[in-house]
């Protein structure tokens, strides 16, 4: 099992974002996320530090400079996606990821909290 810790870059980036208005609240995930193509395009323009930066957390346990380190996408590149969160904060929550889960949903109420205003 993955050993994953919140990456604190990715979720300044999304916070960022959401204070910014640069968020999907209605694309399904499955629609809404980067294809494998999309992801390596993304991470030859901008390093596997760009690519991280749209991750909320890091695998420990997984080589760096490798798609594996990243887990928890929360958009699509250009927007956070407000399903990804959703997707983000059940699956950290199924697999006992909590600090994960705990950043996803932070983030979520976040997004709603900008929404609503």
């Known amino acids: 099992m ?7 870059d990715g979720v300044a980036k999304a916070r ?3 204070e910014s208005h640069h968020y999907d ?3 399904p995930w499955s629609d809404g996320a980067p294809s494998a193509e999309g992801a ?4 030859e323009r901008h390093g596997y530090d760009g690519y991280g930066e749209w ?9 760096q400079e490798t798609k594996d380190r990243y887990g928890f996408p929360f958009g699509d590149f250009r927007r956070v996606s407000r399903a990804a969160l959703i997707h983000a904060k059940q699956r950290a929550a199924q697999n006992g990821h909590d600090a994960v889960a705990d950043a996803a949903g932070q ?11």
């Open 25 to 27: 609240l209605d694309t």
């Open 2 to 8: 993955s050993k994953y810790q919140v990456n604190q």
């Open 55 to 63: 991750h909320l957390a890091i695998d420990t346990e997984a080589s």
């Open 16 to 18: 960022q974002m959401i």
């Open 40 to 43: 390596n395009e993304f991470i």
């Open 107 to 117: 983030l979520l109420e976040r997004l709603d909290r900008a929404h609503a205003a």
